[in-house]
């Protein structure tokens, strides 16, 4: 079991940017995908954005040129980085890790979008 520690959510106003930070307990052994999903109130979670092992990174259509997922050097911690946020970007946000096929979830953090 991978226990993951989700930072940086918020209230922002539109077209401001804020970072997302998940923190995996362990080592990244067998980490093959380390992402961010997303849930808007009312609606069923979304993929956002994935980084696999390799740095090959993934986005949802909404998100691309506006976010940027990256990892650190010891693929322990994911960010993602949120710029030009829009209202609609308003969710709560879930880290998630793929360790050999088996799914692990972050508790999520709330990013509000709002002036």
């Known amino acids: 079991q991978v226990q993951l520690v989700e930072s940086g959510g918020g209230l922002v106003q539109p077209g401001g940017s804020l970072r997302l930070s998940c923190a995996a307990s362990?080592?990244?052994?067998?980490?093959?995908?380390m992402g961010w999903y997303r849930q808007p109130p009312g609606k069923q979670r979304e993929l956002v954005a994935t980084v696999t092992s390799g740095g090959s990174a993934n986005y949802a259509d909404s998100v691309k040129g506006r976010f940027t997922i990256s990892r650190d050097n010891a693929k322990t911690t994911v960010y993602l980085q949120m710029n030009s946020l829009k209202p609609e970007d308003t969710a709560v946000y879930y880290c998630?890790?793929?360790?050999?096929?088996?799914?692990?979830w972050g508790q999520g953090t709330q990013v509000t979008v709002s002036s």
């Open positions: 362990g080592s990244a052994f067998g980490f093959l995908v």
């Open positions: 998630y890790v793929n360790k050999l096929g088996n799914i692990n």
